[in-house]
C-alpha cells in the first residue's frame, strides 16, 4: 500500500506540465549564467528556482540515478530519472543556444550603430 501511494504521487510530480516549465526554465538560465560567469550563488539560485516547483527527484546531484534515492528500488523510477536528466540537460543546450544566439545578435546590432554613427 506504501508503495502504490509512493508511485502515484512520484507519477503526479513527475508529470511534465505548464508549471514546471515555467520554473525550470528561468533556473536553467540561471544556472548557465552562473556556469558562464563561474558564479556558485547564481547555480544554488537556479536549484532554489527549481526546487520551488514541488521537488520529485529533481536535483541531478543528489542520489545515484537522476537525483531519486530510491530509484534503484522502485521498479520503472529509473526510466524516469533518466527521462528527467535527460529533459534538464536538453534546457541546459536549449538556455545556453539561446543565450549565445541573443549575446550574438546584440553585438552584431552593437556593431552596425557603431558603423552608421562613424
Not at 514546471?20 to 528561468?26: E, G, K, N, R
Not at 540537460?89 to 556593431?111: H, M, N, P, V
Amino acid at each position: 500500500m506504501l508503495w502504490e501511494h509512493l508511485t502515484d504521487a512520484t507519477h503526479e510530480e513527475s508529470t511534465l506540465s505548464i508549471t514546471y516549465l515555467a520554473f525550470i526554465t528561468p533556473a536553467t538560465m540561471i544556472a548557465a549564467c552562473g556556469v558562464v560567469l563561474d558564479n556558485a550563488i547564481l547555480i544554488v539560485g537556479a536549484m532554489a528556482v527549481a526546487l520551488h516547483e514541488g521537488g520529485a527527484c529533481r536535483p541531478v546531484h543528489r542520489g545515484p540515478v537522476g537525483g531519486c534515492p530510491a530509484a534503484d528500488r522502485v521498479p520503472g523510477q529509473t526510466v524516469g530519472s533518466i527521462e528527467q536528466l535527460l529533459l534538464n540537460l536538453l534546457g541546459i543546450l536549449l538556455a545556453g543556444t539561446l543565450t549565445l544566439l541573443t549575446q550574438k545578435w546584440l553585438w552584431s546590432t552593437r556593431r552596425r550603430r557603431r558603423s552608421n554613427a562613424g
